[in-house]
C-alpha cells in the first residue's frame, strides 16, 4: 500500500520546519518580552471539559478519542441498532483531542488556581485539533500560539494585546490589519433590535459575513426567525464606522454604551503608542466563539486572500464552569498554520540564517577522515553546527551531497591538509576557496 496522509494535516521537511521555528521563535520572544509565562497542557482532555464552550458547530468539530480496551462493551443495544450517534458516544469516548488552548486553559488556571499568583499572565504554543473540511488555510490539526492573562478586568491588557499583534507582525515583516470591536457592543445592537434572546442567532450570522455577504447574512437570520424590521436594523447599524454614531443607536441600550465606553478606556491606553500596522474598529466583527464577553479582536494579512491569521478577545465568566467564578481573562491566538502559509506565499521569509548546519568537513582517505573527526569535535565544542560526512568517497559524491543539503561552507581535508595544518574552507556561494587552520576556521565562523 501506498503510504499516504490524512486530509487536513502535513509533513515538514527540515526547511520548512526551519521557518515555521522563525514564527514560533519570534512570536514566543515578543510573548517573553511582555512578561508572559509558559505553560503546557495535554493534548486530550475529558469531552465534558470540551463539549458545551465553542457552540452547537464547535462542539461538532471535536476529535473524539475511543475508549480503551472494548469500547462498545457498555453500549445500550437499542441506541447501537437506532444509530442514535449521541447515545452512543457517550458509552464509547470520555476524552477528546483539545479544539484550541483556551478551554484547557481555564481548566488549567481552577486546578493550579493555589500554585498561581494573579493576575497570571501566560503563553501556550501547541498544536490543536479540528474536525474541519480541509482546504486553503484550514487544517484538522495546526499550531495556536496563545497569550492570556486571567485575574484583572483592566483594559490595559486589552491595548497590550494588540500591540503584540502588531509587534509580532511587524518582526515577521508581515503587513495585516487588526480588527477591534466588544462583544457588548454586539448586545447592544441586539437589544436596539428587540432581539436580545437571539443574540448568538445573530452574531453566528454575523461572523460569516466575509464569506457569504450581506445577503447571506440575512438569510442565515431569516433562517433563525428573526424578523424583518430587526434584520434591518441590524443591517444598518453594520454600516456604522465610528463609536460616535454608534451611540445614537444605543439611547435605550445600556449594555451597548457599556460596549462604546470600554472601546474609550481600551484607546486611552493603546494610542499613547505608535504602530506599524492597521488598527481600526469594525463593528461587523463577531468571533463566533460563545465565551467573549468584551473586547474581541481579529487579524487579517494584507495582499493575500486569507482567512484570519488571529483572533481573541476578553471572557469574564470561562473559568466559572469549571467552578471558579469571577476571574476575567482576556487573550489572542496566532494562527501559525496561516502565517506560514502567508509568508510563504509572499516569499518573505529570511533568506539567511535558515539552515542549522554552518559547515560539512569532506575527508579525501580513511586516515584523513579520523583526522576531519577531531576537527568536527573541536568545532562543535566552539559551539559551530557542523557535520562530516560519513566517508570518505568520491569527491563528486561528497561535493552532490553539500550542493543537496545547502550548506554554506565546506571544509576539505586530505594528506596534505593534515600534514600542514591548512584546510581547505570554501565559500559554497561564491566558491572563493582559502587555506586556514582549524583555529582561523573556528574564528571565522563563530
Same mark, same amino acid.
Given at each position: 500500500?501506498? %503510504?499516504?496522509? %490524512?486530509?487536513?494535516?502535513?509533513?515538514?521537511?527540515?526547511?520548512?520546519?526551519?521557518?515555521?521555528?522563525?514564527? $514560533?521563535?519570534?512570536?514566543?520572544? *515578543?510573548?517573553?518580552? !511582555?512578561?508572559?509565562?509558559?505553560?503546557?497542557?495535554?493534548?486530550?482532555?475529558?469531552?465534558?471539559?470540551?463539549?458545551?464552550? !465553542?457552540?452547537?458547530?464547535?462542539?461538532?468539530?471535536?476529535?473524539?478519542?475511543?475508549?480503551?480496551?472494548?469500547?462498545?462493551?457498555?453500549?445500550?443495544?437499542?441506541?447501537?441498532?437506532?444509530?442514535?450517534?449521541?447515545?452512543?458516544?457517550?458509552?464509547?469516548?470520555?476524552?477528546?483531542? &483539545? !479544539?484550541?488552548?483556551?478551554?484547557?486553559?481555564?481548566?488549567?488556571?481552577?486546578?493550579?488556581?493555589?500554585?498561581?499568583?494573579? %493576575?497570571?499572565?501566560?503563553?501556550?504554543?501547541?498544536?490543536?485539533?479540528?474536525?474541519?473540511?480541509?482546504?486553503?488555510? &484550514?487544517?484538522?490539526?495546526? !499550531?495556536?500560539?496563545?497569550?492570556?492573562?486571567?485575574?484583572?478586568?483592566?483594559?490595559?491588557?486589552? /491595548?497590550?494585546?494588540?500591540?503584540?499583534?502588531?509587534?509580532?507582525?511587524?518582526?515577521?515583516?508581515?503587513?495585516?490589519? @487588526?480588527?477591534?470591536?466588544? &462583544?457588548?457592543?454586539? /448586545?447592544?445592537?441586539?437589544?436596539? /433590535?428587540?432581539?436580545?434572546?437571539?443574540?448568538?442567532?445573530?452574531?453566528?450570522?454575523?461572523?460569516?459575513?466575509?464569506?457569504?455577504?450581506?445577503?447571506?447574512?440575512?438569510? +442565515?437570520?431569516?433562517?433563525?426567525?428573526?424578523?424583518?424590521? /430587526?434584520?434591518?436594523?441590524?443591517? +444598518?447599524?453594520?454600516?456604522?464606522?465610528?463609536?460616535?454614531?454608534?451611540?445614537?443607536?444605543?439611547?435605550?441600550?445600556?449594555?451597548?454604551?457599556?460596549?462604546?465606553?470600554?472601546?474609550?478606556?481600551?484607546?486611552?491606553?493603546?494610542?499613547?503608542?505608535?504602530?506599524?500596522?492597521?488598527?481600526?474598529?469594525?463593528?461587523?466583527?463577531?468571533?463566533?466563539?460563545?465565551?467573549?464577553?468584551?473586547?474581541?479582536?481579529?487579524?487579517?494579512?494584507?495582499?493575500?486572500?486569507?482567512?484570519?491569521?488571529?483572533?481573541?478577545?476578553?471572557?469574564?465568566?470561562?473559568?466559572? @464552569?469549571?467552578?471558579?467564578?469571577?476571574?476575567?481573562?482576556?487573550?489572542?491566538?496566532?494562527?501559525?498554520? &496561516?502565517?506560514?502559509?502567508?509568508?510563504?506565499?509572499?516569499? @518573505? $521569509?529570511?533568506? *539567511?540564517?535558515?539552515?542549522?548546519?554552518? *559547515?560539512?568537513?569532506?575527508?579525501?582517505?580513511?586516515?584523513?577522515?579520523?583526522?576531519?573527526?577531531?576537527?568536527?569535535?573541536?568545532?562543535?565544542?566552539?559551539? @559551530?553546527?557542523? =557535520?562530516?560526512?560519513?566517508?570518505?568517497?568520491?569527491?563528486?559524491?561528497?561535493?552532490?551531497?553539500? =550542493?543537496?543539503?545547502?550548506? %554554506?561552507?565546506?571544509?576539505?581535508?586530505?594528506?596534505?591538509?593534515?600534514?600542514?595544518?591548512?584546510?581547505?574552507?570554501?565559500?559554497?556561494?561564491?566558491?572563493?576557496?582559502?587555506?586556514?587552520?582549524?583555529?582561523?576556521?573556528?574564528?571565522?565562523?563563530?
Amino acid at each position: 500500500m501506498k %503510504p499516504s496522509l %490524512p486530509k487536513g494535516v502535513r509533513d515538514f521537511t527540515p526547511d520548512e520546519v526551519d521557518k515555521r521555528n522563525f514564527i $514560533f521563535n519570534t512570536i514566543r520572544n *515578543v510573548f517573553v518580552k !511582555y512578561g508572559y509565562r509558559p505553560i503546557e497542557t495535554p493534548v486530550m482532555e475529558k469531552l465534558s471539559t470540551l463539549t458545551g464552550k !465553542y457552540g452547537e458547530e464547535g462542539d461538532r468539530l471535536l476529535f473524539k478519542v475511543l475508549n480503551n480496551g472494548d469500547f462498545l462493551n457498555k453500549v445500550n443495544e437499542s441506541d447501537l441498532s437506532a444509530k442514535n450517534s449521541q447515545a452512543v458516544l457517550s458509552s464509547i469516548s470520555k476524552r477528546g483531542l &483539545r !479544539y484550541d488552548l483556551t478551554v484547557p486553559f481555564a481548566r488549567f488556571v481552577v486546578q493550579h488556581q493555589n500554585e498561581i499568583a494573579f %493576575p497570571f499572565k501566560r503563553y501556550q504554543i501547541q498544536p490543536v485539533w479540528r474536525a474541519d473540511r480541509p482546504q486553503k488555510g &484550514r487544517y484538522q490539526e495546526f !499550531y495556536q500560539c496563545d497569550v492570556d492573562v486571567v485575574g484583572s478586568p483592566s483594559l490595559m491588557y486589552e /491595548a497590550e494585546l494588540v500591540q503584540i499583534y502588531d509587534e509580532v507582525f511587524a518582526e515577521l515583516g508581515l503587513e495585516v490589519e @487588526i480588527k477591534v470591536s466588544n &462583544r457588548k457592543i454586539l /448586545a447592544g445592537m441586539a437589544e436596539a /433590535a428587540g432581539i436580545s434572546d437571539q443574540f448568538i442567532d445573530m452574531t453566528v450570522a454575523i461572523d460569516k459575513l466575509d464569506k457569504i455577504g450581506e445577503e447571506g447574512v440575512r438569510n +442565515e437570520m431569516r433562517k433563525k426567525d428573526i424578523s424583518e424590521s /430587526a434584520i434591518a436594523k441590524i443591517m +444598518e447599524m453594520l454600516t456604522v464606522t465610528t463609536l460616535s454614531e454608534l451611540e445614537n443607536h444605543f439611547e435605550n441600550s445600556e449594555i451597548g454604551r457599556k460596549g462604546i465606553e470600554e472601546m474609550k478606556t481600551f484607546h486611552s491606553y493603546f494610542d499613547q503608542k505608535n504602530v506599524v500596522n492597521d488598527v481600526k474598529f469594525d463593528i461587523t466583527l463577531a468571533r463566533g466563539l460563545n465565551y467573549y464577553t468584551g473586547c474581541i479582536f481579529e487579524v487579517a494579512a494584507k495582499n493575500v486572500k486569507m482567512g484570519s491569521i488571529g483572533g481573541g478577545g476578553r471572557y469574564d465568566d470561562l473559568t466559572s @464552569i469549571f467552578g471558579l467564578k469571577d476571574v476575567s481573562g482576556v487573550g489572542i491566538s496566532f494562527g501559525a498554520a &496561516r502565517i506560514y502559509d502567508v509568508m510563504k506565499e509572499l516569499d @518573505i $521569509f529570511p533568506k *539567511v540564517n535558515q539552515n542549522s548546519l554552518q *559547515v560539512l568537513l569532506i575527508a579525501f582517505d580513511s586516515d584523513s577522515h579520523l583526522y576531519a573527526f577531531n576537527c568536527l569535535n573541536q568545532l562543535r565544542e566552539n559551539g @559551530i553546527n557542523s =557535520d562530516l560526512y560519513p566517508e570518505p568517497s568520491k569527491m563528486k559524491k561528497q561535493m552532490k551531497y553539500a =550542493d543537496n543539503i545547502k550548506v %554554506p561552507f565546506i571544509i576539505l581535508i586530505g594528506g596534505n591538509e593534515m600534514e600542514s595544518g591548512l584546510l581547505g574552507f570554501k565559500n559554497m556561494q561564491t566558491g572563493e576557496q582559502i587555506s586556514l587552520s582549524i583555529d582561523d576556521i573556528i574564528q571565522k565562523l563563530k
